[in-house]
C-alpha cells in the first residue's frame, strides 16, 4: 500500500513564505524602528521631504527660479568644482517637468526605510554617492559621445542632472543588499535597464551609474566583511541603525 505524497502548500502560503523570506529581515528593522523611536526615527528623512518641497515652491516662482538654479542644479557644461558645490543640495531639487508629489513620495518612502534599517549617516553617504556617480557619470559619458553604448551626445551637457532620483535608486539597491532582498533588488535593477532601453536619456543613463556605484559600496563592504572574518545570524549583516 502505497503512501500518499504529502499536500503541497496552498498557492496564498507559498506566496506568503516567499514574501517573508523576500522582505521579513526588512519589515522587522523597520517596525522595530519605529515602534522605538516613532518619528524621531527618521529626521533625515523628514528635513529631506521638506526641503524637497520647499525647493520646488521656490523654482517654480518667478523670482526663484534662477536662485534654486544657483545654488542646487548641476549641468555637466558646468566646471566641475562648481558641480561638486552643488551636488549635495542637487539631492533635493525634483525635474520640473515631473510632478513633485512622485518626488516627495519615493523620498519618504526610500530615505525613511533606509534611514531607520541602516542608519542616518549611512544613508545620507549612500544617497551622495549614488548621486555623485550620475554627476560624474555625465561628464564621462559626455566626452565618450553618442557613437559609444554608454556615451551622451554633447547637447546632454546643457540638462540637469536628475536631482533625487539618483539617490533614491541607489538607496532601494543598497537596501535591498543590506537585507539579502534579491528579487527585489534585480526589479529595481531591472526596471532602470528597461528605462534606458525604452527612453534613452541622460536621467535613466544617470540612474545605472548610480546603481553600479552602490554595488561597488556593497561589493566592498562584503569583501571587508569577509576578510575580517565576522560571523553573524542569517547574513552576517545585522540591522544597522544609528
Known amino acids: ?9 496552498a498557492a496564498p502560503a507559498r506566496i506568503a513564505r516567499l514574501a517573508r523570506r ?15 523611536r516613532g518619528w524621531r526615527a527618521a529626521p533625515l528623512t523628514l528635513v529631506a521631504v521638506c526641503l524637497t518641497a520647499l525647493c520646488q515652491f521656490t523654482q517654480n516662482q518667478p523670482w526663484g527660479y534662477q536662485f534654486v538654479q544657483n545654488i ?7 566646471p566641475l568644482w562648481l558641480a561638486l558645490l552643488r551636488t549635495p543640495l542637487s539631492l533635493f531639487v525634483p525635474a520640473l517637468d515631473l510632478p ?4 516627495l513620495a519615493q523620498i519618504l518612502l526610500v530615505f525613511g526605510i533606509a534611514e531607520i534599517s541602516v542608519g542616518r549617516w549611512r544613508t545620507l553617504v549612500v544617497g551622495y554617492a549614488a548621486t555623485l556617480a550620475g ?12 557613437g559609444t553604448p554608454l556615451g551622451l551626445p554633447a547637447s546632454d551637457a546643457q540638462v540637469v542632472d536628475t536631482g533625487p532620483s539618483a539617490a533614491v535608486v ?3 539597491v543598497y537596501v535591498c543588499w543590506r537585507h539579502r532582498a534579491w528579487v527585489t533588488a534585480g526589479l529595481v535593477i531591472a526596471v532602470m535597464v528597461v528605462e534606458v532601453l525604452v527612453k534613452n ?13 552602490v554595488l561597488v559600496l556593497c561589493g566592498g563592504a562584503e569583501l571587508l566583511q569577509r576578510r575580517g572574518g565576522r560571523t553573524g545570524s ?3 549583516l545585522p540591522p544597522m541603525r544609528s
Open 100 to 103: 513633485v508629489w512622485g518626488a
Open 135 to 146: 554627476t560624474l557619470y555625465a561628464r564621462v559619458g559626455i566626452a565618450w559621445g553618442p
Open 234 to 236: 542569517g547574513s552576517g
Open 72 to 78: 542646487g542644479s548641476v549641468r555637466a557644461e558646468e
Open 170 to 172: 541607489g538607496l532601494a
Open 22 to 36: 523576500e522582505w521579513g529581515p526588512l519589515y522587522a528593522a523597520v517596525r522595530d524602528g519605529i515602534a522605538e
Open 201 to 213: 536619456n541622460l536621467a535613466g543613463k544617470e540612474h545605472l551609474a548610480a546603481i553600479v556605484a
Open 1 to 9: 500500500m502505497s503512501t500518499p505524497a504529502p499536500a503541497r502548500p
